[in-house]
C-alpha cells in the first residue's frame, strides 16, 4: 500500500505535518507516502481555464482557491499504473494513533474502494479513501475536466462519489474524524477551513457553498454575528494542541524550515503568529 497526500502550495506546511505524522506513528517510511502537488501533474492547469458545473451552475474555480488539488484523489490509480493498493487523503488529516496498518486487512473482494459516509444521505467523503487501483480504470482526470466543463457531471456529485459505478465499502468514521479527536480516531480530519489551527485570523481564500443553492451563506450569517470569512479558534483545544504539537517536531528535525515557514506566512497560506504558538 501506497500513501498519496493531494496538496498545493497552499496547504503544503500542513501536507508535511500530515506526511511526518503518519511516518512518526506507523510502520511507513518516506518513500511509502507522496505528497502530490497540483503544479507537478501536466494538464491538471487547464481546469481553471474555463467554468465547470457546480452545484447545478457554471462557475470558475480560483486557481488560488485553498482547496484547488481536490480533482487530484482521481488521478491516483493512473499514477499507480491502475495496480495495487493506494491510500489517498487530503493534506489538513494527521494520523493520531498507531493503527493505520490495518487498512492492509480490508477485503476488497466484493469493492473498489472504501471510504466512510457522508454527512450528507447518499454522499461519501473522498478525502480518505483506500483504492484497488486496478477496479479504476475509469478514472481520468483529464477526462473528468472535460466533463465538468462540458457541464456533463457535478463537481459536487463527483467530488461525493455519487458517480462511482463500482461498489463501495464503508470505512468506519475513526478513519476520517471529522473535527474531533475521541479515544478511537486514527485519522483526524480538520475539515472546517475557518477552524483550521494554522489559519485563526486569517481571510478565507476558498469558495463559501450557498445557502438552497443560491443564497450567499456569508452576508447572512454576517447579519447573525458570524463571519464566515475569518478563520477563528479550533472549538476543541486538543485538535489545535495536537497541530501545534506535531508542527513543532517537523520543524525541530528539520523537515520543515523555517525558511518556509516564514514563505508561508508571507504567502498567507498560514497565520501571522505562528511562531508565537510553537516552543522552538
Known amino acids: 500500500m501506497k500513501i498519496f497526500i493531494c496538496s498545493n502550495e497552499n496547504q503544503l506546511i500542513s501536507a508535511k505535518v500530515a506526511k511526518n505524522s503518519i511516518i512518526k506513528r506507523s510502520q511507513f517510511t518516506s518513500n511509502d507516502i507522496e505528497i502530490v502537488h497540483e503544479s507537478e501533474i501536466n494538464g491538471f492547469d487547464r481546469f481553471f481555464e474555463k467554468p465547470y ?4 451552475r457554471m462557475i470558475n474555480f480560483d486557481k488560488n482557491d485553498m482547496q484547488s488539488f481536490t480533482l487530484l484523489r482521481f488521478h491516483i490509480p493512473a499514477l ?19 493503527g493505520i496498518e490495518g487498512l492492509r486487512a480490508l477485503d476488497f473482494t466484493k469493492y473498489a474502494l472504501f471510504a ?5 444521505k447518499n454522499t461519501w467523503a473522498s478525502s480518505v479513501m483506500l483504492l484497488a487501483c486496478d477496479k479504476l480504470r475509469h478514472w481520468s482526470l483529464e477526462n473528468y475536466i472535460d466533463e465538468l ?15 462511482e459505478t463500482e461498489s463501495i465499502g464503508e470505512l468506519e468514521t475513526c478513519w476520517n474524524e471529522f473535527d474531533t479527536i475521541a479515544s478511537s480516531t486514527i485519522l483526524l480530519h480538520t475539515t472546517e ?28 450569517y454576517k447579519l447573525f454575528g458570524r463571519d464566515l ?11 489545535t494542541e495536537f497541530f501545534f504539537k506535531e508542527l513543532e517536531y517537523c520543524i525541530s528535525n528539520n523537515y520543515i524550515t523555517e525558511k518556509e515557514l516564514d514563505y508561508a ?16
Open 193 to 220: 477551513k475557518l477552524t483550521q489551527p494554522w489559519r485563526v485570523g486569517m481571510k478565507l481564500n476558498s469558495s463559501i457553498p450557498p445557502l438552497f443553492k443560491f443564497l450567499p451563506r456569508a452576508p447572512i
Open 265 to 280: 506566512v508571507e504567502k498567507n497560506y498560514i497565520r501571522k503568529d505562528i511562531k508565537d504558538q510553537l516552543n522552538i
Open 116 to 120: 466512510r459516509k457522508g454527512l450528507k
Open 80 to 98: 499507480m499504473n491502475f495496480e495495487g493498493r493506494a491510500l489517498v487523503i487530503d493534506p489538513d488529516i494527521f494520523l493520531i494513533n498507531h
Open 53 to 56: 458545473l457546480r452545484k447545478g
Open 229 to 239: 470569512t475569518m478563520g477563528i479558534d479550533h472549538p476543541e483545544k486538543a485538535v
Open 149 to 163: 466543463h462540458q457541464g456533463l457531471i457535478d463537481y459536487d456529485d463527483l467530488i461525493s462519489l455519487k458517480l
